[in-house]
């Protein structure tokens, strides 16, 4: 399985957007980039997911790198409810998800 | 949106008991669910791929009699852990494709149950 590489902790002020990058160098052209999010004591929550175009929903942005092998989840305005682990995950359509560390966001007042 | 219902979200047993956890997709259908196990401070592990009508897929280490698992309907996989030890003790989640199977869906997760033995 591909694998992908996140930060393990990031910080953010309130309001402020966030970015956070994800290395994914051994991505294959048929696997999908998907993001989760997962607050203490829950089920990991769907973000956003993506193929090679950039992706937009009401939680987040997804772009993607010219030659896939990064890529970047936007937060435009990070609120207190956006403290989290945020996971990466390539799913290569065998459809298992397979879970790296994560980046653990904290967002300051 | 899909919903993936979990039950129980919290459970205590014995040791030496078995305990059941239900996944059920409440909105959609799912062929396929999978389940997971997370330790405190860890990252999701893989435990096994769940298919309807047939039989679990596990990922290497994980003990098939151990963690049984049954997805008997669409809508409902079931895990069954048996003969429950205190390291059994963990935070189970499932997950399913939904609401739809396509690849321009993403997976949908269960709260979460977190199981405690004594």
């Known amino acids: 399985d591909a694998k992908t590489t996140q930060p393990n902790s990031m910080e953010s002020n309130e309001e402020e957007p966030v970015h956070l990058p994800c290395n994914h160098s051994?991505?294959?052209?048929?696997?999908?980039i998907h993001w989760y999010r997962q607050l203490p004591s829950q089920g990991p929550e769907y973000v956003i997911h993506g193929l090679t175009s950039n992706v937009n929903n009401r939680m987040a942005s997804l772009a993607i790198a010219e030659d896939r092998k990064s890529s970047t989840l936007i937060l435009h305005r990070a609120t207190l409810r956006d403290a989290a682990v945020y996971y990466c995950i390539l799913d290569n359509q065998g459809g298992k998800l397979i879970f790296g560390q994560g980046t653990e966001l904290s967002v300051k007042p | 949106g899909a919903v993936v219902s979990q039950h129980p979200s919290w459970v205590i047993c014995k040791s030496g008991t078995s305990v059941k956890i239900e996944c059920r997709s409440l909105?959609?259908?799912?062929?396929?669910m999978f389940w997971y196990r997370q330790f405190p401070k860890q990252s999701l592990m893989l435990m096994a791929t769940?298919?309807?009508?047939?039989?679990?897929?596990?990922e290497q280490g994980v003990e098939k009699d151990k963690f049984l698992i049954n997805h008997a309907s669409l809508t409902l996989s079931t895990l069954t852990v048996t003969s429950a030890h205190p390291e059994d003790s963990s935070f189970y989640i499932c997950?399913?494709?939904?609401?739809?199977?396509?690849?321009?869906?993403?997976?949908?997760f269960g709260s979460g149950t977190r199981l405690t033995v004594v």
């Open positions: 051994t991505i294959s052209g048929t696997d999908y």
């Open positions: 769940s298919n309807e009508g047939s039989k679990a897929t596990y």
């Open positions: 909105d959609f259908q799912a062929t396929t």
């Open positions: 997950s399913a494709r939904g609401p739809g199977q396509g690849l321009n869906y993403g997976y949908t």
